[in-house]
């Protein structure tokens, strides 16, 4: 069973049975189990044309005479091995890794290491291997199965989170003296600047107004600010790290902070629907520079060795899960239609930042 939506028009769906073709030799079905879901799921709805997410996961055909391209959103969770033709991988196992919001999925396996399996299916050749790429449980370093929740929820997010500061370290903060982020109370912003505050680097959110007490709650913000009141900011050297995509928060920041501004990151699209800013030529301040975390984990990677990545990545993010714990409440869904459901709220911005959503395709058990 697959959910599927229209890429062109994401509140589209719908349930695909196509049932299970039998394996051939070189091939893996896995049963998903569980995953987790986020804003950062729709920013690969939105995104998934221009940086090619919907190539991950083929959608059944469309009628021959529609014109209709359907698309499977990609999640990040765990799955089983249950049906192998690869010797070097074994029924029962257990990964972790980017699944479509399905029952099964059957994998090619490329590349197999001690920690992890790599898909080459022909069709995935054009993702960064961060997204083809399968953790092993039962050898990854990182893996603790008391922290699944958080892993299917948070990981993947803190993975851009690490990259976002990096990514800025790397740069000496282009020189600046505070960082902005919009959609403050997204999880992804939340763990880039619980890095900022770490080492004490101003941090500025911008947020909605109902969610402005969450964010001063969490610590790691030295000003709150609503989107009514950019203009509040502060006429110092700036980083910009847009998560909300809003053109008209973007316009906002570049015009009032203007050559104070030193870089313009866009990382995600959470605020997918808005429509777009009127603008009278170029805005001010620097152009917009969209990071893309596999390019700066690759350097990284480069620059330190994989081990050394792995184990800055793995320190960092054991200090997060172990924080975000204290104020994240988990929201657990089985079956497509309350998956589904799921999904549409996170389009229409039906988000409590607070809680954080396990889901199962599966209706006659409860995720666990």
């Known amino acids: 069973m697959d959910i599927e939506v229209v890429r062109t028009a994401l509140t589209q769906w719908r349930q695909v049975d196509l049932g299970s073709a039998p394996l051939i030799d070189g091939q893996v079905r896995l049963k998903v189990d569980r995953f987790g879901f986020s804003s950062n799921n729709v920013t690969y709805a939105v995104m998934g044309e221009m940086l090619r997410y919907w190539e991950a996961f083929s959608a059944a055909a469309s009628a021959p005479s529609g014109d209709v391209v359907w698309g499977r959103v990609p999640v990040w969770g765990f799955a089983e091995v249950v049906e192998s033709r690869v010797d070097a991988i074994a029924v029962g196992e257990r990964l972790f890794g980017f699944l479509p919001m399905s029952t099964e999925l059957v994998i090619t396996p490329g590349k197999i290491t001690e920690t992890e399996i790599a898909d080459a299916a022909p069709h995935r ?212 239609e309350a998956v589904i459901e799921v999904f549409l709220g996170y389009l229409a911005g039906r988000v409590d930042p607070k809680v954080g959503t396990l889901c199962t395709m599966r209706t006659q058990e409860v995720a666990s």
């Open 125 to 336: 050749a054009v993702l960064a291997a961060a997204y083809n790429n399968y953790r092993r449980c039962a050898k990854d370093p990182t893996y603790d199965a008391g922290l699944e929740d958080l892993q299917m929820l948070l990981y993947p997010l803190y993975f851009t989170s690490f990259v976002i500061d990096d990514f800025l370290v790397d740069h000496a903060d282009f020189g600046a003296s505070q960082v902005i982020i919009s959609s403050a109370s997204a999880k992804t912003a939340i763990g880039a600047a619980q890095l900022l505050h770490g080492r004490s680097m101003r941090t500025v959110a911008l947020t909605s107004e109902p969610n402005v007490e969450f964010c001063e709650s969490l610590g790691v913000y030295d000003q709150v600010l609503t989107y009514d009141e950019i203009t509040d900011l502060e006429h110092t050297s700036a980083v910009f790290v847009d998560v909300a995509g809003n053109p008209h928060v973007v316009a906002a920041v570049h015009r009032h902070l203007a050559e104070d501004l030193v870089h313009s990151m866009v990382v995600g699209d959470t605020h997918w629907d808005s429509a777009p800013a009127e603008t009278d030529g170029p805005l001010p301040g620097p152009p917009r520079a969209f990071l893309f975390a596999p390019t700066q984990i690759k350097k990284r990677s480069q620059d330190w060795g994989a081990a050394e990545l792995n184990a800055k990545m793995g320190a960092a993010w054991a200090t997060f899960a172990a924080w975000a714990s204290t104020w994240l409440d988990l929201e657990r869904v089985a079956g497509p």
